[in-house]
């Protein structure tokens, strides 16, 4: 049973370019959850979607910041014009309901660092 | 003046001495705990939960104790390994569909053999 599945690992994006982050969830799971890293801190909540549905993005920017569940597919976090502020380790969680006391699994994580 | 059981940043402990790693939540309303482990260049991993109708917990080499009363979390771990050697996190989360997990400070836990 393949866990969490993020791609890239690792992203290396030039001021201003597109970074666009892929996470397939667990077998089973439909919830998928998006975190932030930023070195030596904890995780940040950024957006929780279910399929085909943004249900709280309230931890993400306003702006250049986006996240998409398909019904096909991975879940995608997509990040416009990057900049070097958006240097972190990116992490998606699945669980299989939306049930908060469903213990949350997470990827590996993909590293963005933006020159 | 600091509190009994502050957070620390920095854990070093010799292989076999137990390990105790400490954290304080935010919110009186949050019911659900969990303690991840991370290691370099890897994502967080389940270690142990607890529900806030607890006070204590044990899994393997693992107990987390709950304090509501002044909203602090331990982690203890037993007979501490070279494996164990990592970045711990507490979590928090309220017992509504769909909540995000709000983490705590992390205490990175270094074993000596």
């Known amino acids: 049973n393949a866990g969490v599945m993020q791609n890239p690992r690792h992203l290396v994006r030039r001021r201003g370019q597109e970074a666009r982050l892929r996470c397939s969830p667990m077998k089973g799971h439909s919830h998928v959850y998006w975190y932030r890293q930023l070195p030596e801190e904890g995780l940040k909540f950024m957006v929780y979607l279910q399929k085909e549905n943004i249900i709280d993005e309230s931890g993400m920017p306003k702006e250049r910041f986006s996240a998409e569940f398909p019904k096909e597919g991975p879940s995608i976090l997509r990040i416009q014009q990057v900049v070097r502020g958006d240097s972190a380790a990116y992490f998606c969680a699945s669980s299989p309901t939306p049930n908060a006391q469903e213990t949350q699994y997470f990827g590996p994580g993909t590293r963005l660092l933006v020159l | 003046g600091e509190s009994v059981g502050l957070h620390l940043p920095t854990l070093s402990v010799q292989e076999g001495d137990n390990s105790i790693i400490n954290c304080a939540y935010s919110?009186?309303?949050?019911?659900?705990f969990i303690w991840y482990k991370q290691e370099s260049g890897k994502g967080p991993q389940f270690i142990i939960d607890i529900r806030s109708n607890m006070d204590k917990r044990q899994g393997q080499r693992v107990t987390v104790l709950l304090n509501k009363t002044v909203k602090h979390l331990s982690l203890q771990i037993a007979a501490t390994q070279p494996g164990d050697s990592a970045v711990y996190f507490c979590a928090e989360t309220l017992n509504q569909a769909g909540t995000a997990l709000i983490f705590g400070k992390g205490t990175t836990l270094s074993v000596s053999s």
């Open positions: 919110n009186s309303a949050s019911d659900y």
